[in-house]
Every structure is written in structure tokens, then in C-alpha cells.
């Protein structure tokens, strides 16, 4: 059964930073395309940034300068440093793990962790 479980959420202040964690078991973690995705109220699930098995990065927009995705294959954990934050990168933030022959645009593919908070508020 594939399991991904974030953690790292929480509070913090405009131009803190956070490090989300998620850890993946049941899967050939070597072989997903491992992404972040974050919902914040009343919006649609957003694509964030997304690491290959080889390391090839993906992000988007708003979050490229401010945002690293980064992966270690041996503890099958794929991480996101966030940097800089905004009151706008409030949101649940997802993990998600997928083959890589799917878009990561497509937001029905692969499997999704249960999400952590982010608040970002003085």
C-alpha cells in the first residue's frame, strides 16, 4: 500500500521560512516523479514544484527564486525549503508521488499525501 506522509507545516511570519518533509513507503521511490501541490481556501489545488528521479526540477511562477525541491533516495523523503514566504502561500501543501509519463499539471495522477498547514500571518 503507498503511503506519503508531509510534515514541517505550521505558522510563520512574512519572509520566514519552513522545510516541509514527506516521506513515501511502499513504492519504488526511485522510480516516481515526486511533487509538491498546495489548496488554500476556496481554490483549486495548484502545482509548486516537482524533482525527477534524476534530479530535473520544475516550478511554478510564484514560487521559483523562493522555493527548493530536493529528494534523497535513500531515505525515500522528498523535501521543499521554503523561503521568503508571503501571506499569499497560505495553503494546505500535498505531496505527491508519480510515474513519470503523467503531466504534472494533471491533477488526478499519481498518489497524494493527507497535506500540512502552512499559515503564513504576522
Known amino acids: 500500500q503507498v503511503q506519503l506522509v508531509e510534515s514541517g507545516g505550521g505558522l510563520v511570519q512574512p519572509g520566514g521560512s519552513l522545510r516541509l518533509s514527506c516521506a513515501a513507503s511502499?513504492?519504488?521511490?526511485?522510480?516516481?516523479?515526486m511533487g509538491w501541490y498546495r489548496q488554500a481556501p476556496g481554490k483549486q489545488r495548484e502545482f509548486v514544484a516537482r524533482i525527477t528521479n534524476g534530479g530535473n526540477t520544475n516550478y511554478a511562477d510564484s514560487v521559483k527564486g523562493r522555493f527548493t525541491i530536493s529528494r534523497d533516495n535513500a531515505k525515500n523523503t522528498v523535501y521543499l525549503q521554503m523561503n521568503s514566504l508571503k501571506p499569499e502561500d497560505t495553503a494546505v501543501y500535498y505531496c505527491n508521488g508519480r510515474r513519470p509519463t503523467y503531466s504534472d499539471y494533471d491533477l488526478s495522477a499519481g498518489y497524494w499525501g493527507q497535506g500540512t498547514q502552512v499559515t503564513v500571518s504576522s
Open positions: 511502499g513504492v519504488i521511490f526511485s522510480a516516481y516523479r
